[in-house]
């Protein structure tokens, strides 16, 4: 099982990104793959996640007008949309999973009570002024 982030690079203040994160050894449909974020000197903080294919999507506050994440379920891939930027996007981004339990409120910070596994490498996201 892996999961693998890529598209990351440096971009000015108001561009795009996206960002892609590929699943490797299992079916990415059983699972919320989040978008989880860490900058230097911050907690970690959920960004996106999404579960059953577009059904169900969550945002942060921080970025619901300006990120969208969605999912590939041929490539078995997700993908996080990245417009706007701001300096304070600036982070290593990582994709890791959860099993999804449909019974269990899965909130905006992606957080379902269940712990996240098989985090990567991350790819890193730096906004410049």
């Known amino acids: 099982v892996q999961l693998v982030e890529s598209g990351g690079g440096l971009v000015q203040a108001g561009g795009s990104l996206r960002l892609s994160c590929a699943a490797y050894g299992f079916a990415i449909d059983d699972y919320v793959i989040g978008w989880f974020r860490q900058a230097p000197g911050k907690e970690r903080e959920g960004v996106a996640c999404?579960?059953?294919?577009?059904?169900?999507?969550r945002y942060a506050k921080s970025v619901e007008d300006r990120f969208t994440i969605s999912s590939d379920n041929d490539k078995n891939t997700v993908y996080l949309q990245m417009n706007s930027l701001k300096p304070e996007d600036m982070a290593i981004y990582y994709c890791p999973r959860t099993y999804f339990h449909a019974e269990y409120d899965l909130g905006l910070d992606c957080d379902q009570g269940t712990e996240y596994d098989s985090w990567g490498r991350g790819t890193q996201v730096t906004v410049s002024t």
């Open positions: 999404i579960a059953r294919g577009d059904a169900t999507t």
